[in-house]
T-cell receptor, first 109, second 113 residues
Framework: GQQVMQIPQYQHVQEGEDFTTYCNSSTTLSNIQWYKQRPGGHPVFLIQLVKSGEVKKQKRLTFQFGEAKKNSSLHITATQTTDVGTYFCALLTGNQFYFGTGTSLTVIP | NAGVTQTPKFQVLKTGQSMTLQCAQDMNHEYMSWYRQDPGMGLRLIHYSVGAGITDQGEVPNGYNVSRSTTEDFPLRLLSAAPSQTSVYFC????????????FGQGTRLTVV
């Protein structure tokens, strides 16, 4: 089946530092979605990217889809303690969702 | 709207027992799905349904059954629980719009002893 590799698995940052997580695939993706899961919570949809080279912003979050549509990134500028959680990328192919393994972000006050 | 409701929130089973995890959504979404989440493994698709009366297998279907008799409900049955099925289970629903985002329930934490 489809696989998306996500790195890093864990990231600890000081509050105010930037954070980036990467999602990579060996095949061309038709779309990529990003979700956030707070500790003890459930995944919540953040955004979907479908176009080559697409960049979308949500306040301090910047999402990017690679030109070859084989990778994507989520960048958080000036992290805050509210950013704590696990960030997942996911792709929908056919009628199946495939999730990356997630990046767990810890923000140290 | 309640969104996606899962019950129970916690469950402990003995090996060999069977049980049903309930999932209901009130958003009239055609697509529903079940995932298990294990440490370091992300979310893995167990079964999914594109509409009432239609179900299909996902990535890790063994040991689980589903049915979809109505648009609202999508129960997941564990036929004979095994310790390897200890996990957090999430149900999700989606609608066939521009983004097809998944709306998740609160999850069920299952322990099989």
């Amino acid at each position: 089946g489809q696989q998306v590799m996500q790195i890093p698995q864990y990231q600890h940052v000081q509050e105010g530092e930037d954070f980036t997580t990467y999602c990579n695939s060996s095949t061309t993706l038709s779309n990529i979605q990003w979700y956030k899961q707070r500790p003890g919570g459930h995944p919540v949809f953040l955004i979907q990217l479908v176009k080559s080279g697409e960049v979308k912003k949500q306040k301090r979050l910047t999402f990017q889809f690679g030109e070859a549509k084989k990778n994507s990134s989520l960048h958080i500028t000036a992290t805050q303690t509210t950013d704590v959680g696990t960030y997942f990328c996911a792709l929908l192919t056919g009628n199946q969702f495939y999730f990356g393994t997630g990046t767990s972000l810890t923000v140290i006050p | 709207n309640a969104g996606v409701t899962q019950t129970p929130k916690f469950q402990v089973l003995k090996t060999g027992q069977s049980m049903t995890l309930q999932c209901a959504q009130d958003m009239n979404h055609e697509y529903m799905s079940w995932y298990r989440q294990d440490p370091g493994m992300g979310l893995r698709l167990i079964h999914y349904s594109v509409g009432a009366g239609i179900t299909d297998q996902g990535e890790v279907p063994n040991g689980y059954n589903v049915s979809r008799s109505t648009t609202e409900d999508f129960p997941l049955r564990l036929l004979s629980a095994a310790p390897s099925q200890t996990s957090v289970y999430f149900c999700a629903s989606s609608y066939y719009g521009d983004e097809f985002e998944a709306f998740f329930g609160q999850g069920t934490r299952l322990t099989v002893v």
